[in-house]
């Protein structure tokens, strides 16, 4: 308790979504204001259940410290006449600040010299700052949606129902509209409602589990599992794991009570995925499964009050349940009145983008290059690449898709099953879609990651010919994630291409609906490519140095530059490599724009430049093969070997001769050295911070 600040909101329930970014927040919030008021604590965390928010910092400083705080004025010259005599600019500065202007100091700074004054601050309480602190930490907090009530003017998630703010076991007092703050908390609104008081976060956890509220997040995230799977096993099965819903429900109790509930049989006709969704999304009701993991015909239901009458609730769930299951079997027997390929032209009527066309054009596009990947990556699968690209977004137009939109692709492939298409075109028409998040799961097939290719690179130039290029925090049609997904689909599966290639023929199939010029858009396409592949190897840890190296010569298959990091990381460490990368800066500096690589082998006077010149030609001829097969680590350990050629080359050599041709000879074997390094990386940039 001592020095220990517990502040809790308590509200009406918050949407499950908002609560864990609302404790995020809560976290930055008060570490940020506490640093900037000079208030040091030793610990801080937070706690959360539908009903109220909650931070407890401990070890909070009792006081400010007494400090000097130095606060600059205006610019000397608009501070002081021609005179040296202060201007009305100085003299207003010090009345502002207390002092007299003869107390004023100038200071040089990065922009010139300024007036400065210094003023000691005596340190302010800590129990007098939290009541100006703490309804600021509550009105900072943002929501995807607020709301206010009453007469108040107060904006949150959901109505503040009351305030708990103690320091140190004494109440903070503050008030915020109508609310006062006090040193009480509330239970379970059903089932032990209060008010509690509590000094401390340990009382206060312990107080609130007394009143049938488990506050602490992964306390009642463990008893939601306990309680679901207690009430899977009286059913003779186990729930189908489901973290995300998991997560989801233990945000929406403040206790779990878990009860098992029964569906008709005739409802498993139903395709897997319809059942699980029908259940999960609008009831956050849990599937259960046999030992073999078929679904069987009951779910799990939690609520946030103990029942009295098990069977009773349990009717009630099985009520609702029953209603959306009769909705779900009569779309899906609407569904198999027509195939999807029946929908293909039907896809005329949704449109992609106004200034794109509709999903029908892209679906004619994705054919084609899905098409033109196929022959190119893999022939064997053309027809059925083709054929689940033709496909692929034909479920939009179905009743269930239109009731459950997460379902898209794999309603595809159960309708795709039915109606006669083979397993690959099924799953391509599924896997199509993923990955659906960072993170997520890719595409298994190759005609799956085929397609996939394709609708993202349809996507991607289409929107950036029209453009729609992502600012800042914009990004409409989620350009970085389908990029991302282009980029890892091509790592996960291996395949060597020409992005270049690739984004011509995509923007070619527009024909002329695209407004940027066609070069202008492969150019920023490719950048902004370049600049994801980028972004995501340094967030896994490859060094930002090597992946510029690599990415500034050339960037055209990722597949391609991944070999080229890893190898130059692979060899990088060697003190050689060290010593090669600062030479080669050299080689660059001097070259500067010249492109020619002829070497006249008569005008080759010097001994250094002659053995240089023999070196360079044993390399290049060793290294044209690995180079060819992509063996770039290799290559490099060969390319290593023109180390002491080259450092002896700069100790006795001049490059910068007053002969024309000698010079310009000696330049054109620096470059053809250059050009020999460059089909790798650029070596200098490795070790820009040493040189």
Not at 194 to 206: H, I, K, L, Q
Not at 295 to 320: C, I, S, W, Y
Request: glycine share 8%; with cysteine.
């Amino acid at each position: 308790m001592h020095n220990e600040l517990l502040f809790e909101i308590g509200t009406e329930e918050i949407p499950a979504g908002y609560i864990m970014p609302a404790l995020s927040q809560l976290e930055k919030i008060f570490a940020d204001r506490l640093t900037a008021l000079a208030l040091p604590y030793t610990g801080l965390r937070t706690t959360a259940t539908p009903r109220r928010l909650a931070v407890s910092i401990s070890g909070l400083a009792e006081r400010q410290p007494d400090r000097e705080e130095e606060i600059l004025g205006p610019p000397k010259k608009a501070a002081f006449d021609q005179n040296g005599q202060p201007t009305q600019a100085a003299i207003g500065f010090a009345k502002t600040r207390g002092v007299s202007v003869e107390a004023l100091e100038i200071v040089a700074t990065p922009k010139g010299e300024y007036l400065m004054v210094r003023i000691d601050q005596i340190g302010r309480q800590t129990s007098e700052l939290l009541g100006e602190l703490l309804p600021e930490v509550i009105a900072s907090l943002n929501f995807p949606k607020s709301m206010r009530w009453g007469a108040g003017r107060t904006s949150f998630a959901r109505p503040i129902q009351w305030l708990l703010a103690v320091y140190g076991g004494k109440t903070v007092y503050f008030s915020l509209d109508t609310i006062n703050s006090g040193n009480t908390t509330c239970g379970h609104r059903f089932m032990a409602r209060g008010p509690f008081p509590a000094t401390c976060f340990r009382d206060y956890v312990e107080i609130l589990r007394t009143a049938q509220v488990l506050v602490d997040p992964a306390e009642r995230r463990a008893a939601v599992i306990a309680e679901i799977n207690k009430a899977a096993q009286q059913a003779g099965g186990t729930i189908l794991q489901d973290d995300e819903l998991v997560n989801t429900v233990c945000n929406l109790v403040e206790k779990p009570f878990a009860l098992c509930g029964i569906f008709e049989e005739r409802f498993l006709a139903l395709p897997r995925e319809v059942l699980i969704t029908s259940m999960r999304e609008h009831q956050k009701y849990f599937a259960v499964v046999d030992c073999t993991g078929k679904l069987m015909p009951h779910f799990v239901a939690v609520n946030n009050t103990e029942t009295k009458d098990a069977k009773l609730a349990a009717d009630g769930h099985q009520r609702v349940i029953r209603a959306r299951l009769e909705d779900a079997f009569f779309f899906f027997k609407e569904d198999q009145r027509r195939t999807l390929k029946d929908r293909v032209e039907d896809l005329s009527g949704v449109i992609f983008q106004n200034k794109l066309g509709t999903m029908l054009d892209k679906t004619r596009r994705l054919t084609s290059l899905a098409g033109l990947l196929a022959r190119k990556l893999a022939p064997e699968h053309l027809a059925q690449t083709e054929r689940g690209a033709l496909l692929a977004k034909t479920d939009l137009l179905t009743d269930m898709v239109g009731e459950f939109p997460t379902l898209q692709g794999a309603i595809g492939q159960d309708y795709a099953l039915l109606s006669g298409e083979t397993p690959e075109v099924a799953t391509a028409i599924r896997e199509h879609y993923l990955p659906v998040r960072a993170g997520g799961p890719l595409p298994a097939s190759i005609p799956g990651a085929l397609v996939g290719m394709a609708d993202r690179l349809d996507s991607i130039t289409g929107c950036f010919g029209i453009g729609q290029i992502p600012t800042g925090t914009t990004d409409p049609f989620g350009l970085r994630r389908l990029s991302l997904g282009l980029l890892h689909i091509i790592n996960a599966m291996g395949f060597s291409l020409s992005l270049t290639e690739f984004v011509d023929e995509a923007l070619s199939l527009y024909e002329d609906r695209l407004t940027v010029p066609r070069a202008e858009t492969r150019r920023n396409v490719l950048e902004f490519i370049k600049g994801r592949f980028g972004n995501d190897l340094v967030s896994q840890g490859i060094p930002a140095e090597a992946v510029d190296a690599v990415t500034s010569v050339s960037f055209d298959d990722p597949l391609d530059c991944r070999r080229r990091i890893n190898a130059l990381l692979a060899i990088s460490s060697q003190e050689s490599f060290t010593i090669l990368a600062g030479a080669f800066k050299r080689v660059i500096n001097i070259i500067k724009d010249n492109g020619d690589t002829k070497v006249q082998a008569a005008l080759l006077s010097e001994s250094a430049e002659q053995k240089l010149h023999e070196t360079y030609l044993a390399v290049r001829q060793e290294v044209a093969p690995m180079l060819a097969a992509g063996d770039y680590e290799k290559a490099l350990t060969v390319i290593l070997k023109m180390k002491e050629s080259v450092d002896t080359f700069f100790e006795e050599v001049m490059v910068m001769v007053e002969d024309e041709r000698v010079r310009g000879n000696r330049l054109n074997l620096l470059t053809a050295i250059a050009h020999l390094f460059l089909q790798i990386g650029d070596f200098s940039k490795m070790n820009a911070g040493n040189q």
